[in-house]
């Protein structure tokens, strides 16, 4: 048997990495907030978008690969930004580093995951990419972006839609406390998960690394967590300016859910936006990500680049994001749910199965390039009807 054949779907993977992580770096992963009604929010709006297919235009190989930012990527996803992956899978932030060369997509190193952009971006083949939460403390804002810069990295993300941490209420039911602490409980669920817990202590406790130079590891013995004081900032549009004016590669601004933060966006200089909510694991009150891409695409037309996120779980989601008006998407989950089921082989596995259901789908759909899909509402059935 083939990976293929065990593992033909994200849903595959997802399944069997519940089964090999301890249940509260599960639950940390694939909830979202409350009640968690925007997780299938996300879903439904993407199902729901449907086309029609034309037939006969003889043999079709759609070409996949994809410029954006100057860069051609060999499909027009990547890996998003997912703080602590490490928990996930001891040593995940690797995996994905590696998979982003040998499968040549950018992988986005959050600014809360477990290994540090000075490790991360040698392995990525020139394809890493560098999330900030923006901290508050200008000192440290300067230089996290200037480490990103003297690590090669050129393409740097600001999320913008992390004004409070979020209550999950699975993540806390299952005891996961940020950072994450030793109590009988999370014991009993590593206990249950042996091949990670020797695999986290060969690589080591999953820790903060980007942020260890900021903080007295003695901040973490008491309550409060000193990673909210670093990067529990409240972004405004001066600080996104004022960080456009430090970096000078290109800049996306994340999070971006109204035409207003995406115009504001582009006069702060971004190069482009994510419309995103998180993966639902924010606000559980708002929109689809989905919905809002159209209206985001008409507001800022050719003026910067639109990536998409926020619910991608196969190749037919990025027809549909790239059909409704994106460039280019990210997955967070996708990629944690195949690195956690297959450890080393897994950040590849995932994009083999969707750059193969991205290929398929297209050739049913009788699209030939991305540029036939991208903002093509003429697929859509309502169109055609
Ligand atoms: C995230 N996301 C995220 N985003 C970000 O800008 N910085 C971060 O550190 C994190 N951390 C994080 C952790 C986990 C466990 C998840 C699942 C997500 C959001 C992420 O970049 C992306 O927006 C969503 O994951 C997209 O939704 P899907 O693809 O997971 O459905």
Same mark, same amino acid.
């Given at each position: 048997?083939?990976?293929?054949?065990?593992?033909?779907? +994200?849903?595959? *993977?997802?399944?069997?990495?519940?089964?090999?992580?301890?249940?509260?770096?599960?639950?940390?992963?694939?909830?979202?907030?409350?009640?968690?009604?925007?997780?299938?929010?996300? !879903?439904?709006a993407?199902?729901?978008? $449907?086309?029609?297919?034309?037939?006969?235009?003889?043999?079709?190989?759609?070409?996949?690969?994809?410029?954006?930012?100057?860069?051609?990527?060999?499909?027009?996803?990547?890996i998003?930004?997912?703080?602590?992956s490490?928990?996930m899978?001891?040593?995940?932030?690797?995996? *994905?580093?590696?998979?982003?060369?040998?499968?040549?997509?950018?992988?986005?190193?959050?600014?809360?995951?477990?290994?540090?952009?000075?490790?991360?971006?040698?392995?990525?083949?020139?394809?890493?990419?560098?999330?900030?939460?923006?901290?508050?403390?200008?000192?440290?804002?300067?230089?996290?972006?200037?480490?990103?810069?003297?690590?090669?990295?050129?393409?740097?993300?600001?999320?913008?839609?992390?004004?409070?941490?979020?209550?999950r209420?699975?993540?806390?039911? #299952?005891?996961?406390?940020?950072?994450?602490?030793?109590?009988?409980?999370?014991?009993?669920?590593?206990?249950?998960?042996?091949?990670?817990?020797?695999?986290?202590?060969?690589?080591?406790?999953?820790?903060?690394?980007?942020?260890?130079?900021?903080?007295?590891?003695?901040?973490?013995?008491? #309550?409060?967590?000193?990673?909210?004081?670093?990067?529990?900032?409240?972004?405004?549009?001066?600080?996104i300016?004022?960080?456009?004016?430090?970096?000078? %590669?290109? *800049?996306?601004?994340?999070?971006?859910?109204? !035409?207003?933060?995406?115009?504001?966006?582009?006069?702060?200089?971004?190069?482009?936006?994510?419309?995103?909510? &998180?993966?639902? $694991?924010?606000?559980?009150?708002?929109?689809? #990500?989905?919905?809002?891409?159209?209206?985001?695409?008409e507001?800022?037309?050719?003026?910067?680049?639109?990536?998409?996120?926020?619910?991608?779980?196969?190749?037919?989601? +990025?027809?549909?994001?790239?059909?409704?008006?994106?460039?280019?998407?990210?997955? %967070?989950?996708?990629? *944690?749910?195949?690195?956690?089921?297959?450890g080393?082989?897994?950040?590849? &596995?995932?994009?083999?199965?969707?750059?193969?259901?991205?290929?398929?789908?297209?050739?049913?759909?009788?699209?030939?390039?991305? #540029?036939?899909?991208?903002?093509?509402?003429?697929? &859509?059935?309502?169109?055609?009807?």
């Amino acid at each position: 048997m083939t990976l293929s054949n065990r593992y033909p779907s +994200v849903a595959d *993977l997802a399944r069997k990495a519940k089964r090999r992580m301890p249940h509260f770096a599960w639950e940390y992963l694939d909830s979202g907030t409350g009640a968690e009604r925007l997780v299938d929010e996300n !879903r439904s709006a993407l199902d729901a978008i $449907r086309f029609v297919p034309d037939f006969c235009k003889g043999a079709i190989e759609p070409v996949l690969e994809t410029e954006l930012f100057g860069k051609t990527y060999s499909a027009p996803f990547g890996i998003a930004p997912v703080g602590m992956s490490g928990l996930m899978w001891p040593g995940a932030e690797l995996i *994905l580093a590696r998979a982003a060369r040998d499968r040549n997509i950018p992988y986005c190193l959050s600014t809360v995951a477990c290994e540090t952009p000075e490790e991360v971006a040698p392995l990525t083949g020139g394809n890493a990419w560098f999330q900030l939460y923006p901290p508050p403390d200008a000192q440290i804002r300067k230089d996290l972006v200037g480490r990103a810069w003297s690590a090669g990295i050129t393409t740097l993300v600001v999320t913008i839609d992390v004004p409070i941490g979020s209550r999950r209420e699975r993540q806390l039911r #299952a005891g996961l406390t940020v950072p994450p602490r030793i109590t009988p409980l999370t014991l009993w669920h590593v206990a249950k998960r042996p091949v990670w817990a020797l695999a986290t202590l060969v690589h080591g406790q999953p820790r903060f690394r980007t942020l260890t130079p900021y903080f007295d590891a003695s901040e973490f013995k008491s #309550a409060g967590t000193p990673v909210g004081r670093i990067v529990g900032g409240r972004p405004d549009w001066s600080m996104i300016e004022e960080i456009r004016s430090l970096w000078q %590669g290109t *800049l996306i601004v994340k999070g971006v859910m109204s !035409r207003g933060d995406a115009e504001r966006s582009v006069a702060c200089g971004a190069d482009g936006l994510v419309v995103s909510n &998180h993966g639902g $694991r924010q606000f559980d009150g708002g929109p689809s #990500a989905i919905s809002l891409v159209p209206g985001i695409r008409e507001q800022v037309g050719d003026r910067c680049k639109i990536l998409f996120d926020s619910g991608i779980r196969g190749g037919l989601d +990025v027809v549909r994001a790239l059909s409704m008006g994106a460039d280019f998407c990210l997955l %967070g989950r996708a990629f *944690l749910y195949g690195v956690a089921a297959l450890g080393a082989r897994g950040a590849a &596995h995932t994009y083999d199965v969707l750059r193969e259901d991205l290929r398929n789908n297209m050739i049913q759909l009788g699209a030939g390039s991305i #540029a036939d899909l991208k903002n093509q509402t003429r697929w &859509h059935m309502e169109e055609k009807a």
